[in-house]
């Protein structure tokens, strides 16, 4: 079946602007992740999402960024007034549950000029 | 605090040549431990979790809970084998916390 599907696969703007990116899990995975993957920095744990359950937002780095999850399948990431530092592949995974593996998108590369 | 660490963050080996990836972790727990691999031009997949304690594409590691660490090897590696590799711990909240991973590269 599909897997873990990004939009849009790049995106570049400008300082200041909004973005907003886009994940669609797998059919049926109840828990979703969003991460970001900056040069020389790994994975950083930005949100979960596990069912009905509120949200765990505690690596959002900023009040700057958001995310919400609608109808428990598509989840949007929103960055208000990018900046440069904002500049990094923000990457989705889903989980069919707690304790199952995590499937990765591929990704979308931000870049902030 | 839950943490882990890759502290090689290239590493060059021979084909044929064993290889050894080193992971360490900080956490209060019982740690649950995982081996991502990225090849390139492909998404992040999962190599090996230890509690499958299985051997994927010769791969294995050990979780030892004295020294905190999970070191991913091979005995003999496979230009294949070129990768990013990242250490992630599972950890409370079921977050996951993720190495700053380390490049291989195998050398025909």
């Known amino acids: 079946g599909a897997g873990v599907s990004q939009s849009p696969s790049n995106k570049v703007t400008e300082k200041g602007k909004d973005v907003e990116l886009r994940c669609d899990p797998i059919s049926g995975h109840t828990a979703l992740y969003w991460y970001r993957q900056s040069l020389g920095q790994g994975l950083e744990f930005l949100i979960y999402?596990?069912?009905?359950?509120?949200?765990?937002k505690s690596g959002l780095p900023s009040d700057r960024f958001s995310a919400e999850r609608t109808g428990g399948s598509v989840s949007t990431l929103t960055i208000q007034r990018t900046q440069q530092e904002d500049s990094a592949v923000y990457l989705c995974?889903?989980?069919?549950?707690?304790?199952?593996?995590?499937?990765f998108g591929p990704g979308t590369r931000l870049l902030v000029l | 605090a839950q943490r882990v660490t890759q502290p090689e963050k290239l590493l060059s080996v021979f084909k044929g040549a064993p290889v050894e990836l080193k992971c360490n972790y900080s956490y209060s727990g019982s740690p649950e431990l995982f081996w991502y691999v990225q090849y390139s031009r492909q998404r992040l997949q999962l190599l090996l979790r230890?509690?499958s304690r299985e051997s994927i594409k010769g791969f294995t590691a050990d979780l030892n809970k004295g020294e905190t660490s999970f070191h991913l090897k091979k005995p003999f590696a496979q230009e294949e084998d070129s990768a990013m590799y990242y250490c992630?711990?599972?950890?409370?909240?079921?977050?996951?916390?993720f190495g700053t991973g380390t490049s291989l590269t195998v050398i025909p």
């Open positions: 999402f596990q069912g009905n359950s509120a949200p765990d």
């Open positions: 230890h509690i």
């Open positions: 995974a889903s989980q069919s549950g707690s304790w199952e593996t995590q499937y």
């Open positions: 992630a711990l599972r950890g409370t909240g079921n977050q996951f916390y």
